[in-house]
């Protein structure tokens, strides 16, 4: 079965400080996966996407995400945070489902602050 | 702007009552995903359509029920609202590169 942790709920950095957002997934299948980023108010915006191209995937915004296999692991970075950055931020898995479709699962999402 | 309109964008409503959320895709977008967001159960994935017919199932309650349109539009029902259906709703898109979905801005469901 699918799942996604999100490892943090919270994480805050100062501004042109790094930022880490980590993410651990399950899956049966080879995945895709995916960060999206929701600012207050706002939908979700998709930030990168993993699909067994390339292990280090670059994102919007200067985000990348690196997929680790033998870690199951596919966590967020950025070098240097802007004050913009502060948001939510989902870790996603995406599956096959059978009859064509994908079954999408969601992480509990990390909210990030930025202090100036 | 991801191309993914929703209407209402506000619904504030009583306990009982039914709703009808309305969904256009991206132009061109042949699948439609809902989600709901609320504060305790986070983003949960309800349903998929593909051209007018369902193709996945996530945590969707038998009092909810969507449809695809032939114009594509999507519409989520929603009836014998209760308190706890009180969230937002999303709908999202996705065209030839059909895991990455794009997002529309919600609809906040607000059951009193």
């Known amino acids: 079965a699918q799942s996604v942790t999100q490892l943090d709920s919270h994480v805050s950095v100062s501004e042109g400080t790094p930022v880490l957002l980590r993410c651990n997934y399950s899956?049966?299948?080879?995945?895709?996966l995916f960060w999206y980023v929701q600012h207050p108010n706002k939908g979700l915006q998709l930030l990168l996407k993993?699909?067994?191209?390339?292990?280090l995937v670059k994102g919007i915004n200067g985000f990348e995400a690196e997929f680790k296999k033998s870690e199951t692991s596919f966590h967020l970075t950025k070098p240097s945070a802007h004050m913009s950055d502060a948001a939510e931020y989902f870790c996603?898995?995406?599956?096959?489902?059978?009859?064509?479709?994908?079954?999408?699962?969601f992480g509990a999402g990390t909210r990030l602050f930025v202090k100036a | 702007d991801s191309g993914v309109t929703q209407t209402p964008k506000h619904l504030i409503t009583a306990t009982g009552q039914r709703v009808t959320l309305r969904c256009s895709p991206r132009?061109?977008?042949?699948?439609v995903y809902w989600y709901q967001q609320s504060l305790d159960q986070g983003l949960q994935f309800l349903i998929q359509?593909?051209?007018?017919?369902?193709?996945a199932k996530g945590n969707i309650l038998e009092r909810f029920s969507a449809q695809q349109f032939p114009d594509l539009h999507s519409e989520l029902n929603l009836s014998s609202l209760e308190l706890g259906d009180s969230a937002l709703y999303f709908c999202?898109?996705?065209?030839?590169?059909?895991?990455?979905?794009?997002f529309g801005p919600g609809t906040r469901l607000l059951v009193l």
């Open positions: 999202a898109s996705s065209g030839r590169d059909r895991e990455t979905q794009y």
């Open positions: 899956s049966s299948y080879s995945p895709s």
């Open positions: 993993y699909t067994s191209a390339a292990t």
């Open positions: 996603v898995v995406s599956d096959p489902g059978g009859t064509g479709g994908f079954k999408t699962i």
């Open positions: 132009s061109g977008d042949l699948s």
């Open positions: 359509y593909y051209n007018g017919e369902e193709r």
